[in-house]
């Protein structure tokens, strides 16, 4: 019943965390468990990864809708996430403290994997940041909610199927 309202995604995360309770239950807690009986759970099969990327002339049409955008910094945000492959909330958090003009380079303080890391930036990009940190101290003012309500409208204008701001990371 639980798979028909989640993802085999979800369903494989919840069943691994409980999975791992009994194990610290039974090795850290002394719980008197004959052995862990998540080992005999199948899990659900994992899902495809999603491939879906710019088509050749996709870049001109997505760029013409999101001109006609309301939100200023939607234009901005998405060529910066193109042309660096950063996440929506790494490119949010971005501040004029973490551009490094003269190496060329943002400061990702906070990554997926807790890491910040140096990305590097093209000659374009730099440009668009560079003009973005001399008027504003967030690169990008605009909250996710304002990204994916832009996002998704500026998707139905060009007229895209399935595509999310995630698949311009490749």
Same mark, same amino acid.
């Given at each position: 019943a639980r798979l028909r309202r989640a993802t085999s995604g979800s369903l494989r995360l919840q069943l691994t965390i409980l999975k791992h309770w009994l194990t610290v239950a039974m090795r850290e807690w002394d719980v008197p468990l004959s052995g862990n009986p998540m080992d005999r759970v199948v899990l659900p099969p994992t899902n495809p990864p999603r491939t879906r990327r710019l088509m050749p002339g996709e870049m001109e049409r997505l760029v013409a809708s999101v001109r006609r955008c309301r939100q200023e910094a939607m234009a901005p945000l998405i060529e910066v996430a193109v042309l660096t492959g950063m996440r929506m909330g790494e490119l949010l958090r971005l501040t004029r403290a973490d551009v490094d003009l003269d190496? !060329? #380079?943002?400061?990702?303080?906070? !990554?997926?994997?807790?890491?910040?890391?140096?990305?590097? #930036?093209?000659p374009r990009a730099l440009a668009v940041v560079r003009e973005r940190s001399l008027t504003n101290e967030r690169l990008f003012s605009i909250t996710p909610a304002a990204v994916k309500k832009s996002w998704r409208r500026t998707v139905t204008r060009a007229e895209y199927v399935n595509l999310r701001f995630h698949d311009l990371q490749h």
């Open positions: 190496r !060329s #380079l943002v400061w990702v303080r906070v !990554s997926k994997n807790g890491h910040p890391r140096p990305v590097p #930036l093209c």
